[in-house]
């Protein structure tokens, strides 16, 4: 099976413009969460979507929202971008509540 | 909410030898998760540790969990530089849903 991939890999953007990720999950998987990941909050939870309904979101402000297709892919998107949403942004997939298989990561750099 | 702790930051060790890391965690978890990463790359799932007592072994790695003590370890026999990475722990919430807690990571050097 194909792993989990996530488009694109790396992006700039500036303050105040907004970003959209998108993240493919493992063929059969339906749970894709989301995480940020920056040297000095370490990895957070974003939110995770299951079956296109979101289950569980971290402590994030409302700038970040997601959504899920019925296919299962997914997409985050933060608007107005501030320099502290630099960060690599990693989605994993999972079947259910089992492991979950980490894409590549986005590294979004906000100048 | 869940705090996942783990020591040390960062770890200088020469190869050959022995060491573990430890990670400690506030509240009642059945699943906790070891995950490597190498600089600019994504998280390498190493083990999943689903029960009290489980004990698993990759190569040189060897995992543990108490979950009455809730704390894992994972320990490093005879380190090679090949070994080199940050290593997280994370632990699942559970409640249905996949959210998992991050430790802080450990940096691993191995020295030649």
């Known amino acids: 099976k194909a792993g989990v991939t996530q488009t694109p890999r790396y992006l700039i953007k500036t303050r105040g413009q907004q970003v959209t990720l998108s993240c493919s999950p493992i063929s059969g998987h339906r749970s894709v969460s989301w995480y940020q990941q920056t040297p000095g909050q370490g990895l957070q939870f974003l939110f995770e979507?299951?079956?296109?309904?979101?289950?569980n979101k971290g402590n994030f402000p409302g700038r970040f929202s997601g959504r899920q297709f019925s296919n299962s892919r997914s997409e985050m998107n933060v608007s107005t971008l501030e320099l502290g949403d630099s960060a690599l942004y990693l989605c994993a997939s999972s079947e259910g509540g089992d492991e979950q298989f980490f894409g590549p990561g986005t590294r979004l750099t906000v100048l | 909410e869940l705090k996942v702790e783990q020591n040390p930051l960062f770890l200088s060790m020469q190869e050959g030898k022995n060491y573990t890391i430890y990670c400690n965690y506030s509240t009642t978890s059945d699943r906790l998760y070891w995950y490597r990463q190498d600089p600019g790359k994504s998280l390498e799932s190493l083990f999943v540790?689903?029960?009290?007592?489980a004990v698993k072994q990759e190569g040189r790695l060897m995992a543990s969990l108490d979950t009455k003590a809730r704390l894992s370890t994972l320990h490093i026999t005879a380190a090679v530089h090949d070994l080199s990475a940050t290593y997280f722990c994370?632990?699942?919430?559970?409640?249905?849903?996949?959210?998992?807690?991050f430790g802080t990571g450990t940096l691993l050097a191995v020295q030649p």
């Open positions: 540790l689903l029960s009290n007592g």
């Open positions: 994370a632990v699942d919430i559970g409640l249905a849903t996949n959210k998992l807690i």
């Open positions: 979507y299951f079956s296109e309904t979101q289950r």
